[in-house]
C-alpha cells in the first residue's frame, strides 16, 4: 500500500509568519511530487510541482525535496489570511496515478 | 472556455434515481480522472481514462458506471446510490504521466 502522510492540522500561523507544511511517502521509487491547494467547497488547485531533490521557489511558495528521507514540504513566506486552505500532497507513483495526502488545513490569522 | 469543467455543479437525487455527471477538458490532455472526495477523508481514485481507454478501476462499485466517448469528454453514470455516496466528485485531466488538473466538482447528495 503506498501512502502519503500528512498532518491533518489544523497548523495556525500569524500573518506575515512562514507556514511550513510536511508530507511524507511510502514508496521510495516516487519520482514526482505536487502540492494542491483547497479552499473549502472548491476544487483542489496544483501550486507547485517538485522532482529533484532541493528546493524549488516560485513567489512566496518553496517546495523542498529530500528523496533519501521520503520527504516534501511547502513553505510558504509573508503567510496571508487568503492563504488559509486545505493543502494536498500528491505522489506519483505509477502509471497516471497520484496517491495524495488527506491533506493539512492551514489557517492564517491577521 | 478553458480548463476542466463539469456539470452539474450541484446535484440531489433519490436512490432509485439514474443521473449522470459530465466532465469537459479544453487542455488537451489525454488523460482524464474521477475522484471521490468525502468529508474528512482523502481524495479517493475512482477510474482512469488514457485515449479513451480505461486503465483504472479502482474497486468502484458498480452503480457508478464510467464512460469515456473521447479524450475531451468523461461521464459517470450514476444508478441506485446509497447515502453514502454523497460527496464531491471531481474530474481532473492530465496531458503527460502525473500533473492533473481538475475540475470545479460536483456536489453530490443521494437522500
Known amino acids: 500500500q503506498k501512502e502519503v502522510e500528512q498532518n491533518s492540522g489544523p497548523l495556525s500561523v500569524p500573518e506575515g509568519a512562514i507556514a511550513s507544511l510536511n508530507c511524507t511517502y511510502s514508496?521510495?521509487?516516487?519520482?514526482?511530487f505536487f502540492w494542491y491547494r483547497q479552499y473549502s467547497g472548491k476544487s483542489p488547485e496544483l501550486i507547485m510541482f517538485?522532482?529533484?531533490?532541493g528546493d524549488k521557489e516560485d513567489g512566496r511558495f518553496t517546495a523542498q525535496l529530500n528523496k533519501a528521507s521520503q520527504y516534501v514540504s511547502l513553505l510558504i513566506r509573508d503567510s496571508q489570511p487568503s492563504d488559509s486552505a486545505t493543502y494536498l500532497c500528491?505522489?506519483?507513483?505509477?502509471?497516471?496515478?497520484?496517491?495524495f495526502g488527506g491533506g493539512t488545513r492551514l489557517m492564517v490569522k491577521p | 472556455e478553458t480548463g476542466v469543467t463539469q456539470t452539474p455543479r450541484h446535484l440531489v437525487m433519490g436512490m432509485t434515481n439514474k443521473k449522470s455527471l459530465k466532465c469537459e477538458q479544453h487542455?488537451?490532455?489525454?488523460?482524464m480522472y474521477w475522484y471521490k472526495q468525502s468529508a474528512k477523508k482523502p481524495l479517493e481514485l475512482m477510474f482512469v481514462?488514457?485515449?479513451?481507454?480505461?486503465?483504472e478501476n479502482n474497486s468502484v462499485p458498480s452503480r457508478f458506471s464510467p464512460e469515456c466517448p473521447n479524450s475531451s469528454h468523461l461521464f459517470l453514470h450514476l444508478h441506485t446510490l446509497q447515502p453514502e455516496d454523497s460527496a464531491l466528485y471531481l474530474c481532473?485531466?492530465?496531458?503527460?504521466?502525473?500533473?492533473?488538473?481538475f475540475g470545479p466538482g460536483t456536489r453530490l447528495t443521494v437522500l
Open positions: 500528491a505522489v506519483h507513483n505509477a502509471g497516471n496515478m497520484l496517491t
Open positions: 487542455l488537451g490532455h489525454n488523460a
Open positions: 481514462y488514457n485515449f479513451k481507454e480505461q486503465t
Open positions: 514508496d521510495r521509487g516516487s519520482q514526482s
Open positions: 481532473a485531466s492530465s496531458g503527460g504521466i502525473d500533473t492533473q488538473y
Open positions: 517538485i522532482y529533484s531533490n
